[in-house]
């Protein structure tokens, strides 16, 4: 098969939810020297654009989004150590979670795979989590960085409701808030007070690392 033909089989069969085929193109596209960044944002990226293209224009329904991104996480499983793989130094902590009422955790994942990568330790708390479980997480885990990613607009509201709750609690100002998801906007990050914004996930990599950088030559010796 050409590269060409395994990324529109990725492509095609991510679309209709066709998990074992996208698994087996995952494997024979590292087997036939294609990079993982390219099957990821070349063929897999695209193809859940498409479903919630398809999705929004009434096509798709919720099962077929299901499915579709089954089929994505199955691909990511496998690219996930070579995506992650850069021997990086420990460059600081980060503790992760898609905010309370949503349940997508594609992105977020991506996210935390290229986190891992440029040498950051993330500690993950899933999906639909609650203000008081970023709160427990970062005493917890005293990272440097907390991530609320957030996938619909009606979930968004609740970047506000986390720094609210990290300011009751008074650790606002111990950790740097950066928030993201598809429908997140710069100007909605300045508005709800959060440190950082990145539209995807090499754009989060980098501006943790440049966030962190600053608060620590910020803070004297
Ligand atoms: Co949903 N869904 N979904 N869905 N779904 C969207 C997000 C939607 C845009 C589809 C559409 O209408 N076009 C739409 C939201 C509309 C809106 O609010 N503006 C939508 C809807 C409406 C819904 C439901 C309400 C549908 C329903 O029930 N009627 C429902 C809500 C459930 C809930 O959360 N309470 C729902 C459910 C689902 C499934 C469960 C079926 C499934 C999710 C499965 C899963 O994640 N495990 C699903 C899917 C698959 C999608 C689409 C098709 C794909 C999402 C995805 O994984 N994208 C999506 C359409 C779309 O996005 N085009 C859609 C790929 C991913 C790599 O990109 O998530 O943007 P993204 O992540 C990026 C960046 O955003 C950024 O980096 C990532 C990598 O580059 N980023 C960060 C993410 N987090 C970051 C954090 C950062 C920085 C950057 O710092 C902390």
Known sequence: MTHEEI????????????????????????????????????????SLEEVGARFERGDF???EMLIAARAMQGALDILRPLLAETGAQQVGTYVMGTVKGDVHDIGKNL?????????????????????????????????????????????????????????????????????????????????????GYAADASTAVRLAKELIARRRSAVPA
């Open 7 to 46: 990324l529109k089989g990725l492509y095609d069969n991510t679309l209709i939810g066709n998990a074992p085929e996208v698994k087996d193109l995952t494997n024979a596209g590292l087997a036939e020297g294609l990079e993982p960044e390219s099957m990821l944002y070349d063929a897999l990226i695209p």
């Open 61 to 63: 329904f919720v099962p």
């Open 111 to 195: 996210v935390n795979i290229m986190l891992e990568g440029a040498g950051f330790t993330v500690h993950d708390l899933g999906v639909n989590v609650a203000p008081e479980k970023f709160i427990d997480a970062i005493n917890e885990h005293k990272p440097d960085i907390v991530g609320f990613s957030a996938f619909l607009t009606t979930t968004m509201p609740m970047f506000k409701a986390n720094i609210n709750a990290l300011e009751k609690a008074g650790i606002r100002d111990d950790v740097i808030v950066m928030v993201g998801g598809a429908p997140v906007t710069q100007e909605y990050a300045d508005r709800v007070g959060a440190d």
